[in-house]
């Protein structure tokens, strides 16, 4: 059975010409005895500095999503 937890991440979101630090929630789910883990559920708590509406990269762990900041939201962007 997996295992789920919240946690915080520290991020970097890159765009718009700016790149700034982050910290996310997100949920840890692991398998005991596996070693393996995943996040899903990412929700952004705070952004180092104010940015612009348009598209963005957030690098996290090692991976990278595209992101969308519109007018305050921050939405999952199509692959």
Known sequence: MSRRELVELSGILRGAGREASCILRATKVSLPGSGAVAYTNYSMKAVSEALPDGDYELIV??????????????????A
């Open 61 to 78: 762990n090692g991976d990278a999503i595209r992101l969308v900041l519109s007018n305050g939201h921050w939405l999952a962007q199509a």
